[in-house]
Structures are given as structure tokens and as C-alpha cells.
């Protein structure tokens, strides 16, 4: 049975950082990513690694300020949020699947974590 677990979330105050984690089981996947839902809006893409480091994409509000990376020997996919501001305040999940990354999205993941909160404080 897939798990994603993910875990790393909470409060901050704005300018902070945190790291979110997600931990696979039962299965591996070639590609891993991470969402995030406002409340009262849609559930919106945040970053994608690929099997190889490399190959990664970042929504515009992310680029410059979130780094994904995902260790393979351990199945876990990270995400260091740095200069954090109150609009990155969501429920933050981890989503796996077997696209490539430039067509990760919402519509083709095959497996979704149970989702972390992350609060922005100003």
C-alpha cells in the first residue's frame, strides 16, 4: 500500500523558513512533487523533481525563494521554504506519479499525502 507521509510543518513569522518533508512507502516514483491549497482556493502547483536532481520546475511564487530536492536511498522528497510570507500560507502535500515532470500536475497525480499545514504569520 503507497503512504505519503508528510511531516515539517507549522507556524512561522514572516521572512522564516521551514522544511517540509515527505516520506514514501510501498512504492517508488519516478516523479514527486509538492502542492498547496488556500483556504477558499484551488489546489495549486509548487515544485516537481524528477528521478534525476536535475530535472525540476518551480511555480513562479516559488522560484528563488523554495528548493526541492528528494533523496532516493531514503524515498523522501524535501522542500526548504526560505523568505516566507503570509500568501504562502496553506495546506501544503506531497503528490507522486509517473509523468514527467513537465507535465506534473494536478490531474496526474497517481498518490497524495494527507497534506501539512504551514501558517505565515506577520
Known amino acids: 500500500q503507497v503512504q505519503l507521509v508528510e511531516s515539517g510543518g507549522g507556524l512561522v513569522q514572516v521572512g522564516g523558513s521551514l522544511r517540509l518533508s515527505c516520506a514514501a512507502s510501498?512504492?517508488?516514483?519516478?516523479?514527486m512533487g509538492w502542492f498547496r491549497q488556500a483556504p477558499g482556493k484551488e489546489r495549486e502547483f509548487v515544485a516537481v523533481?524528477?528521478?534525476?536532481?536535475?530535472?525540476?520546475f518551480y511555480a513562479d511564487s516559488a522560484k528563488g525563494r523554495f528548493t526541492i530536492s528528494r533523496d532516493n536511498a531514503k524515498n523522501t522528497m524535501y522542500l526548504q521554504m526560505n523568505s516566507l510570507k503570509p500568501e504562502d500560507t496553506a495546506v501544503y502535500y506531497c503528490?507522486?506519479?509517473?509523468?514527467?515532470?513537465?507535465?506534473?500536475?494536478?490531474?496526474?497525480?497517481?498518490?497524495w499525502g494527507q497534506g501539512t499545514q504551514v501558517t505565515v504569520s506577520s
Open positions: 510501498g512504492g517508488t516514483f519516478s516523479t
Open positions: 503528490a507522486a506519479g509517473s509523468r514527467i515532470p513537465a507535465l506534473f500536475t494536478i490531474r496526474n497525480v497517481d498518490y
Open positions: 523533481i524528477g528521478w534525476n536532481p536535475g530535472n525540476i
